[in-house]
């Protein structure tokens, strides 16, 4: 739908640590309905550990590399790429959900606390950035000219009406 | 779509007494079938353009906002007056602009929907104006658009000058 050029490199990031957490979610998953007790009991002794340890160092990673590109001042000069990232950024938590970790954080088991307070700083980060474009839109729409008859058309709506592919003569 | 553009020539400019704009900037232009096209900029307060255009040969005619030209060429002609749109703006950054869709002659009855050229020319609007640089407005029930500067003097003012000038010659 986007071309790559219009995706800055803290979308593409926050992107594909997005699509390692529905991996995880989902091996996660299957491993709980297909695996009986005593294979479980065995996985969880031999393999989940190291697992959890690469995780853990990854996601690190991750997060820091997402700290280091993290910027909340919003460049709006060039309206359509920020409003793109904007949208990748919404998607991201169409698909894995605006959850709140600390509720999650106390019930999960010891072992994924790492894992978990990780997640939710990297969730964190670009809840951050989602929310200062979301600012600066809003001003958009705040500063607006508007009398009793002329009531401007919002921000959003012209978004949404228009042919992503084109580019902005004006 | 909107690729291609004819060439264009900006006539002349006058100043017009009588009338709500104070000035009146002439462009013209030839399209495929080497038919004459006349685009006028009418110039208000607050550098505000009122875009008009319409076949030369029909320049007499009470109908030639109206007419159909039949050309399939409008895509093309559409672009010349972004064009010229575009030359203004670069005259002058603050230039905020404004249209109606003139009804087709099947749509002159019905009142109650927005016409097609109103239609055609909303979504070139969205697609191509951004609202970073300018605040759109849509009067459906009497087929104007409006396109208000943000860089304008005064936005607010503007505005309020519009609502004024659709108020007397409107009816909302």
């Known amino acids: 739908m986007y071309a790559t050029s219009d995706i800055s490199p803290f979308v593409q990031r926050s992107q594909d640590t997005a699509v390692i957490f529905v991996g995880m979610r989902n091996a996660y998953l299957a491993l709980r309905r297909n695996v ?58 169409e698909v894995i959900g605006d959850r709140n970790f600390d509720k999650i954080i106390t019930r999960a088991p010891w072992l994924l606390l790492g894992i ?12 951050q950035r989602r929310d200062a474009i979301g600012h600066a839109l809003s001003q958009l729409d705040a500063t607006a000219p508007h009398t009793d008859l002329l009531k401007p058309i919002t921000e959003a709506e012209l978004w949404e009406h228009r042919t992503k592919a084109y580019d902005y003569r004006f | 779509m909107f690729n291609t553009s004819y060439p264009f020539k900006f ?25 004459r096209y006349a685009v006028l900029l009418e110039e208000y307060e607050g550098d505000f353009f009122g875009i008009k255009f319409f076949r030369n040969a029909l320049s007499k005619s009470s109908k030639r906002f109206q007419q159909m030209t039949n050309f399939y ?18 005259e002058n950054p603050r230039a905020s602009f404004g249209f109606t ?15 097609k050229r109103f239609r055609l020319y909303k979504r070139i609007m969205e697609n191509l104006f951004s609202p970073e640089r300018f605040v759109h407005y849509q009067l459906e029930q009497a087929n104007i658009y409006l396109l208000i500067n943000r860089c304008s003097e005064s936005p607010q003012e503007l505005a309020e000058w519009a609502t004024e000038m659709l108020r007397r010659n409107y009816e909302f």
């Open chain 2, 73 to 90: 060429d409008a895509p093309a002609v559409i672009n010349t007056c972004l064009e010229i749109m575009r030359y203004k703006l670069k």
């Open chain 1, 36 to 93: 009986g007790h005593v294979a479980g009991s065995i996985l969880t002794i031999l393999i989940v550990p190291i697992a959890v340890g690469f995780m853990w160092l990854f996601l690190r990673s991750q997060r820091s590399k997402l700290k280091k590109l993290l910027s909340t001042n919003v460049d709006l000069s060039n309206y359509k790429k920020t409003r793109i990232e904007f949208d990748r950024l919404n998607s991201i938590f």
């Open chain 2, 11 to 35: 006539r002349m400019s006058e100043k017009v007494e009588g009338e709500p704009y104070h000035k009146l900037h002439r462009f013209a232009f030839r399209c495929k079938r080497n038919e």
């Open chain 2, 101 to 115: 869709g003139a009804p087709l002659e099947s749509e002159k009855d019905d009142v109650t929907k927005p016409t």
């Open chain 1, 116 to 127: 978990l307070r990780i997640m939710d700083d990297i969730l964190r980060l670009i809840r």
